[in-house]
C-alpha cells in the first residue's frame, strides 16, 4: 500500500526522442468549463469518450451501474477542482464548446445526481439511466498514483447481475488533453475531440470485455497526418524560420492548413479570442462578493476595473511636500510625523496604468475560472489568465489591426507551448505551477514580442525568459482550489512575460540560456520535484496557510 505522499508519479528526465512537437493548435487553446484543465475539463472529456464508446459499442442498453475509480492527484485534490461535478457533466453529455450550453445550469445536473443516486448518460440522442450514487460509487484512492500519469480515472460499467460490461483508465495529462491505455502518451497528437471522426482510432478504442473478462475489441493503429514543418525543438524552428523566410505564427499557421481551411483557422482564432475576451467580462462583471470555498477569498477583478474606470488613477496631481502638521491629519498614515525619517502618505495616483489594467484583466479571468466558468485553456485552466490579459492590453492599447494581431499573438505562443509540451510538461501534477505559469508565461511573452515585431531570436529569447524565471515553482494549493496562489500569479506571470518581452526586445535575442536549455531545465526541475508539491495539496501553502473560515481576506 502506497501512502499519500507517494499519490503522484514523476515525470520522466528523458525528452521524447523521435516524435516532433506540432500539435493543432486548437488542441492547444481549446473551451472548457474551470476551474482546472487536467483536474475539471480532462475527466469531463474522458466521461463524454467513454460514453461514447461504451454507446458505439452496443453494450450501453445492458447498463445497470456505473463505478469510478480516481487516483493520485486527481483523488487528492479533485474535490476542491469538482472533479466529480465533472464527471457528471461528462457522462451526462454536456459540450463546453457548445456556446449555447448556459454554464450557471450545470451545477443543478450535478445536485440531481447526487439526490436521486442515478444518472442518465448521454451521447447525442441516445441516452440511459444508471445507478450511480456519488457517495459509494466514486473511489478516491488518495493512496495510490498509477505509474502512468499522476492523475488517472478509471471508469466501468455493470449489468444488473454486476458483471463488468466495459471498463477503460484514462490519464488527465495537463491542458485538457486525455490519453487511455491504448494511446502513447508520446504520441504527438493527443485528443481534446469526443467527435470520432476527428481523431485516430486508435486513439478512441475503448475495451469491451467478453464474457470470461478478455477483451472484446481492440485498438487499430492509424497513422496521422504529417505537418508541412514538423520542429522537434526550437532551435528546429529557428531554423525553418530562416530557411522558408516565415515567420513563427506563419509556420504555424502552414501547419494548420494540414487540418483546417484557411476559413476555419480564421473563424476558430476569433472564437477562441472572444473566449478569452468573454471570460474577462464574466469576472469584471461578477455579483458575488467572494469566491466560493471555505477560504472566503474576495473577489478584486470588479473593483479592480471600476477603480481604474471611475478616474481614482486618472490625472490626479501629486501630493506637494508636506509638513509634519498635514502628515499628522492624515486619516491613514502610520508612523511618527515628527521622526526624521517621516511616513510616507499614502498616495492616490499610484498608477502604473499597463500594469493595473493588466492585474485587473488577469484576476477577473481567474476569478471567473473559480467560479467554474467557461474558458479558454492556455495552455491550462490554471494559467488561462496570462494570456487573456496580456492580449487583451495589447489590443486595448498599442493595437492598430486587432485582427491580425490576435492571430499573430494565438499562433505565436501557441509554438511555444508545443515546444515545452513536448519537451517539458504543461501539467501541474508532473512539473507544478512551473508547468502551468511557467509556460503560460513563456507563451505570453513570445506572443507579445511578436506584436512588438520581433524577430524569431527575441521571441524564442522572451520565450526562455518566461520560463526560466519559474523553474522549481511549487502547486501548493490550500484546500485544493484554484485561487490561492493562482489568481495573483496568474497576474504576476502576465507582468513578467511583458518584462520577458521587453528584455528580449531591447537586446535583439543575445542570450546565454537558449529556449531549449530552459526546457530541458524545466523537465529536469519537474522530475527532481517532490511530488508533495506537485497538484496534491500535502505540503507548501496548503499545508501553512490556516485561513480561518471567518477571515474574507486571500
Ligand atoms: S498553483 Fe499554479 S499550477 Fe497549481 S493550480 Fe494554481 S495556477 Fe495551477
Known sequence: MQSRNDAAASVSTQAPKTEHAVISTFDLFSIGIGPSSSHTCGPLRAARIFVNDVIESGVHEQIHSLKITLYGSLALTGKGHMTDMAICWGLQGVDPEDMSVDVATLPAKFDSVVDTKHIEIRSGDIAKVVKFDIENDINWRMDKALPRHPNAMQLSVFSDNGDLLATNTFYSIGGGFVVHDNTEITENVFYKSIKKDTVDKSRREVQVLNDDGGVASNAVTQPHKDVPYPFHTGDELLALCQKHNLTIAQIVYNNELTWYTPEEIDAKLSSIWKAMDDSILT????????????????????????????????????????????????????????????????????????????????IAVMEANACASRLVTSPTMGSAGVLPSVLKYYLEFLSHDQHNDIRQFLLTSAAVGMLIRRGATISAAEGGCMAEIGSATSMAAAGFTALNGGSTKEILQAAECGIEHFLGVTCDIPHGLVQVPCIERNYLGAVKAICAAQLALSTGGDHVVSFDESIKAMRETAALMSTQLKETSLAGLATSVKIPVSVPEC
Open 283 to 362: 469576472g469584471i462583471s461578477a455579483s458575488d462578493e467572494y469566491l466560493p470555498g471555505p477560504m472566503k477569498v474576495k473577489k478584486r477583478g470588479k473593483m479592480l476595473y471600476n477603480r481604474l474606470q471611475s478616474g481614482l488613477y486618472r490625472g490626479i496631481p501629486s501630493p506637494s511636500p508636506v509638513n509634519s502638521t498635514s502628515l499628522a491629519q492624515h486619516s491613514k498614515l502610520h508612523g511618527d510625523v515628527t521622526h526624521p525619517l517621516p511616513p510616507i502618505p499614502p498616495r492616490r495616483n499610484n498608477e502604473v496604468k499597463s500594469i493595473d489594467f493588466i492585474m485587473c484583466y488577469a
